[in-house]
């Protein structure tokens, strides 16, 4: 399938339709949003907060510390933090199912205030404008990802407001991944991708476009289609969390980071997601109005904070 005809199918809307004093565009949007979630599990966003100059500034910095040494890197890679801060270093997360871990390395941003008991973020101090740069992104995709949100609750009939202290200082995450060039293609296990097929986590996931091809998604239909942003678009998914409270209705995408040809295989590529997570104490349990005899209650109960424990452990970053 062709990256047009890919582009054509995946559902688009306007943020400013949420966001202007038109309730009619506002309805639409909100029915828009709803419905590539229920169907399709992800849309592509326009007017979203993220200027090209930011995006632009901030693959320059991550690119920066990615391109320093290994020993370098690994000043700021701390286990104790289970990778929620700092950097993680290469083939240290696993996807579900699988046994070759990612071929990839990754540095996490969290809260820039953190609440009691949240680690502190850490920040490599031989690429200070990364701090600037990250930073800022978070705060302007973490107000994205609350509006969409919004959109999402009225989708759902509860109140407009129903995440909002749900997310207050949450546990979203800024994750800048280095997809590392592979030297020697021909030495490579079988079976290790630069991101095997998951799921994310969190609520929503908030994605700028990458450095080069290779995301791909899942249809419902089980093919494999490659995803890429247009330039004035960031691409949005339903993470796990939102698709355990919603028992389903709204789609979690399963989706994965194939290696590039061969050809291209020594060289990099940079992808930063936003991982809009809620508070620990989050009840996931499946929302009342989301069971019915047609869509019986899929998930167990739990909280937002243990369904991230156990994913964490396995992922591998966790013990």
């Not at 104790?80 to 579900?96: C, D, P, V």
């Not at 290696?259 to 929302?287: G, Q, W, Y």
């Amino acid at each position: 399938m062709s990256q047009q005809t890919l582009l054509d199918k995946i559902p688009s809307v306007d943020l400013a339709d949420f966001t202007s004093s038109d309730t009619n565009r506002k309805a639409k949007f909100v029915a828009e949003l709803g419905a590539a979630f229920t169907n399709i599990g992800f849309v592509a966003v326009k007017n979203h907060g993220l200027s090209d100059d930011l995006r632009d500034k901030l693959y320059a910095a991550v690119q920066k510390f990615f391109y320093q040494e290994d020993e370098l890197k690994q000043k700021y890679e701390f286990p104790e933090l289970a990778g929620q801060r700092g950097y993680i270093g290469k083939n240290k997360e696993t996807a579900k199912g699988y046994k070759r871990p990612d071929l990839k390395e990754f540095y996490h941003v969290g809260q820039l205030n953190p609440r009691e008991g949240m680690p502190e973020n850490i920040f490599p101090e031989e690429v200070p404008e990364f701090e600037t740069y990250t930073t800022e992104t978070f705060k302007i995709f973490e107000n994205t990802g609350r509006t969409l949100l919004q959109a999402i609750a009225l989708y759902l009939e509860l109140p407009e407001n129903y995440f909002e202290d749900k997310v207050y200082q949450g546990d979203s995450i800024l994750r800048a991944l280095h997809y590392f060039p592979i030297e020697n293609p021909e030495l490579l296990e079988e079976g290790a991708v630069r991101a095997a097929a998951h799921g994310d986590i969190n609520l929503i996931t908030l994605l700028m476009g990458a450095s080069a091809d290779g995301l791909q998604v899942l249809r419902t239909d089980g093919e494999w289609i490659s995803v890429t942003a247009l330039p004035d678009q960031i691409v949005i998914n339903v993470g796990d969390m939102l698709d355990r409270l919603t028992n389903h209705k709204l789609k979690s995408t399963i989706h994965r980071v194939i290696n590039p040809p061969v050809e291209k295989m020594k060289t990099s590529r940079f992808s930063i997601p936003f991982f809009m997570h809620p508070r620990a104490e989050m009840d996931l349990t499946c929302l009342e109005s989301c069971v019915t005899a047609e869509n019986p209650k899929k998930y167990v109960d739990m909280t937002a904070g243990e369904f991230l424990d156990e994913r964490l452990r396995e992922l591998g970053l966790k013990k």
